[in-house]
Each structure stands twice: as structure tokens, then as C-alpha cells.
């Protein structure tokens, strides 16, 4: 597992983006940034327009990658989500959904956990 940050966000990233794949999500865009923040990956499962969130944690010292997606984060996440919607264009959908693909460090550096949470808020924030 890397250690400086970006390099282990990369790193991250790209596990969600191959478990996604493997789970038969098209990506459709990656790293979308808007003035309020950025959204790590978007991708459609079926007809259903996904914005997710990718979470790793190389130790449980501040609890699991799946518990930091809070409140805040959460509504920074449909703030972006919102902004994207307005300004970009995406395939055709019948839905939308946030999903957070967390990625915990289990026993050792090279052996990692990957969730997809599918529908893991809603964009009122629950």
C-alpha cells in the first residue's frame, strides 16, 4: 500500500474502479471537481446514475473507511453531486444513487477489503 496521500488515494481509487467493474458498473467519469469539492468516481449500474464516494483506511486507529462518510461529508457530496448535475452531461438514467465503495487494510499492507455500499445516503442526507 503506498504511502504518501495522493499516491494512496490513487491507489484507492483505482480498487473501487476494478471492484465496480468486476460488479458490472460502467464507469462514465472519474475525479469531477466542481468549486465545492469532487466527486471520486461516477458510474451507471443498470440504469441507475451512481455518484460515489471511495473511502480507505490503512488502520481501524479512527474506526473503519466506511464510518468517515458523516454527515458533513455526506452533504458535501450531494452539494458536488448537484453542481455536476447542472453543469455536466450524463447518459440517459432512470435513477440516481449514492454509493461509497470502502476499502479497509486487513492483517497486512497488501490484503485489503472492498465494499460497495450501494445506496449508502440519500440526498437528504440520511
Known sequence: ?????????????DLALQ????????????????????IDLVALEGRTLCFIEVRLRSSFDY????????ARKR???IEVTRELLARETFPPHAALRFDVVAIDRV???ERVRVQILRDAFHADGS
Open 75 to 77: 452533504r458535501r457530496v
Open 107 to 109: 492483517e497486512s499492507p
Open 19 to 38: 471492484q465496480l467493474e468486476r460488479e458490472g458498473f460502467r464507469i462514465v467519469a472519474r475525479n469531477l471537481r466542481t468549486r465545492r469539492g469532487e
Open 1 to 13: 500500500m503506498p504511502c504518501d496521500r495522493r499516491a494512496l488515494g490513487r491507489f484507492g481509487e
Open 63 to 70: 474506526g473503519s473507511s466506511a464510518a468517515s462518510v458523516d
